[in-house]
């Protein structure tokens, strides 16, 4: 309820009457760079706190002056936060400093961030206001995964990150360390750490729909390795011929044994929930085979099989064969265009190409994040000390 978190209705502009059918409407609002599966969490969360959910994405100039520039355009960055499931309305060019202003503006009750922090460039808490006034809850942040973790596995080019329980071998885990802080101030939220998959998560993210008699069902496969605006607008395109896009993703031994380097970036499970969190894909194949078998089209009634335009046709790497030689026989496949050139390569190199300064702006990051971090913890010490002098105080003077 609106009155529960510090203002009335009539401060929003509403009756108590027109209250009572009104929605919730909560605020979140971020960088949302490299979109991932910890970003898609976070707004899930939020979602859950009311009934209409509004985004405000900050632009690449409010970036770079307080964090450094950004990986994605905002427009790219736009464009994906709208295709997330949970979300039902974007603002383009948020400011960087939440305030009740804002929330007024755009009609929401209150906001939602992860229990981490952000900083402006001066240090400045960017919810300060808006927790001061009682308008700011809290959801639980997703441990294991961020840009900053990201960024640093594109620039290991190893494959450790592909290690099933999650070890780093030393030599590798210090670099990783060391590309993503300052190696004296280690963020407790940013730093590298590893995502543990669960079944719970995965049922969270999923839709739990199954396909209606007669819905015409679509089936797309791929790595979908550091989801981006790319796989985003083929899929998109795919969930236009019918009525429920299963997608199937390739297990991490296919996509390295494909596509080699260190790929993928991300783990089988992490993709998994990158692909769930958008809203044209109704089901997921955890660990899809290269070659789309028949199968696999019988088993879930497949109506077409869909790829998008690539400049050499697909070889199965262990036969040698089309991939798509059974649904193309069968009268069930077309290729599709996405409208968009972004490839998971073209985001590798955009790091690469600009490495130090990436390094540059993740220290800088860490090294407020650590400062704030200190604060914190002191500050929690002295009120809890505080709290019990006042309780041997008030028990001495029954």
């Known amino acids: 309820m609106a009155e529960s978190n510090g203002h009335s209705a009539e401060s929003n502009g509403h009756s108590i009457d027109s209250k009572k059918t009104r929605k919730t409407r909560v605020w979140c609002d971020g960088c949302y760079d490299m979109v991932h599966f910890g970003h898609a969490n976070q707004l899930r969360q939020a979602k859950a706190f009311g009934s209409y959910l509004v985004v405000g994405v900050h632009t690449d100039d409010e970036i770079t002056v307080h964090k450094g520039p950004p990986v994605f355009t905002e427009e790219e960055r736009y464009r994906m936060v709208k295709g997330i499931k949970w979300v039902d309305e974007v603002i383009e060019g948020a400011p960087y400093e939440t305030t009740v202003q804002t929330l007024n503006k755009y009609d929401c009750d209150f906001c939602v961030h992860g229990d981490d922090i952000t900083l402006t460039a001066d240090g400045k808490d960017t919810y300060e206001e808006v927790k001061r006034e009682g308008r700011y809850k809290e959801c639980q942040r997703t441990a294991g995964v961020s840009t900053t973790d990201l960024v640093g596995r594109m620039l290991l080019l190893t494959k450790t990150h592909h290690s099933q329980n999650g070890d780093l071998h030393s030599d590798h885990h210090e670099r990783a360390r060391t590309l993503s802080t300052d190696g004296e101030a280690a963020s407790p939220w940013t730093r590298v750490s590893h995502f543990l998959p669960t079944t719970q998560t995965i049922m969270q993210f999923a839709e739990g729909r199954a396909p209606k008699p007669g819905d015409r069902i679509v089936y797309a496969c791929g790595a979908f390795d550091l989801f981006h605006i790319g796989h985003l607008c083929f899929l998109e395109e795919a969930a236009k011929l019918g009525d429920y896009l299963i997608v199937g ?41 290269f070659s789309v078998t028949a199968e696999l089209m019988n088993h879930f009634k497949v109506d077409v099989v869909v790829n998008g335009m690539v400049s050499e046709a697909p070889v199965d790497p262990d036969t040698g064969l089309d991939p798509y030689a059974v649904p193309k026989q069968m009268g069930k496949f077309e290729q599709i265009s996405s409208g968009n050139d972004m490839t998971t390569m073209r985001i590798i190199e955009r790091i690469i190409e600009h490495r130090l300064e990436y390094e540059v702006r993740n220290k800088k990051k860490e090294a407020k994040e650590h400062a704030c971090y200190v604060a914190l913890q002191k500050k929690k010490k002295e009120e809890e000390s505080k709290s019990i002098e006042n309780g041997a105080v008030t028990n001495g003077h029954k």
């Open 249 to 289: 993703i390739y297990n991490d031994q296919v996509v390295n044994q494909y596509k080699g380097r260190n790929l993928p970036i991300m783990t089988l499970h992490e993709r998994v929930l990158s692909v769930l969190a958008y809203k044209p894909v109704s089901e997921v194949v955890i660990g899809a085979p």
